[in-house]
């Protein structure tokens, strides 16, 4: 859980993305952008009408691949996070001995000196969770 204080909203302030190795190496340190969503350019954010749900589109280049990035409140536990990352065509180089690992995202960015971050730890052995696998040769990497 996340302070709520100041309020929580990407859109303005954006997000840095980290993933880390069992090893400690960092595999992703990437900052999403703030920004309202363009059609021009077809990147930004877009978020719901109670402020409680937003979502990141980009092609991917400037964003190290990563094209998709979610975050929503959890209605029925205050400062709880659900939020999911979706990236292609980016040098993430994660093998199996890099497993497990740890997903981070900042919502102050870019050091969560307010405390405004979620980390998340990977531990558990597939088919048990949570847990990440590599998948199609170890060209995608899954984390649930």
Sequence with gaps: MIPL????????????????????ADLLDVTIPAGAYDRVTKSGWKVNGAHTAWRFKAPGPATQGIEMVTVKLQPKVTGAIKFGVKGKNGDYAVTSTDLPVTAMIVFDVPAANGGQCVKVEFPATPPASPACRLLAGGATLKCK
Excluded at 6 to 24: F, I, S, W
């Design 5 to 24: 204080s100041p309020t929580l909203d990407p859109l303005d302030r954006g997000v840095r993305l980290l993933l880390t190795a069992v090893t400690g």
